[in-house]
């Protein structure tokens, strides 16, 4: 079966295969970005659980710091993936 797939890997157009693989690498970083988004904001979630405030002020600083974390964590990697395709 693996055989059958590297040959019908070997028959596509070097274009498309890169395009393939496109979609593949920013399809894990939006997974990732999504990780990230959701630990800060769940760990934000349990700190105003544990350390009750009248504003959730964990959540908030939280949730605001891991999207910015994962922005800046997604224009590394597109800027790396430049890079290695030159």
Do not use: C, W
């Amino acid at each position: 079966m693996s055989q059958s797939n590297h040959n019908q890997h070997s028959k596509l157009p070097k274009d498309q295969i890169d395009k393939h693989n496109s979609y593949a690498r920013f399809s894990g970083i939006a997974i990732q970005m999504f990780a990230i988004i959701g630990l800060g904001t769940f760990i934000g979630v349990k700190l105003d659980e544990r350390y009750p405030n009248e504003h959730n002020l964990y959540t908030l600083i939280l949730s605001l710091l891991s999207v910015i974390m994962s922005i800046v964590y997604v224009i590394r990697r597109i800027i790396a993936g430049s890079k290695q395709d030159k």
